[in-house]
């Protein structure tokens, strides 16, 4: 009898026409910040930006990033809400 093997990184079946699932890296600390870096916000906040919304930090402070984000207007973000975007 043969043992079969099923690979498990991938958790949902790949079909044609869906895309793919991106892998964004977090931004932790504000040591991987720098002003005028673009930045994408990841959190869901009533009364917040949209999640995914992409902005370029004005400032950076010890918690948060002072994040413009155009239209949406300008934000103070914790980093733990902000990632850099996935390269196209």
Partial sequence: MTTATRDIS??????????RPHTIRRILSSDRV???QVVEYQGRISGGPRFGLKGRVVER???????DMGPEGTW???????AEPQAA
């Fill in 10 to 19: 991938n958790s949902q079946i790949p079909m044609p026409g869906m895309p």
């Fill in 34 to 36: 720098a002003p005028g």
């Fill in 61 to 67: 402070r010890n918690q948060q990033a002072v994040v």
């Fill in 76 to 82: 103070h973000i914790p980093y733990y809400f902000l």
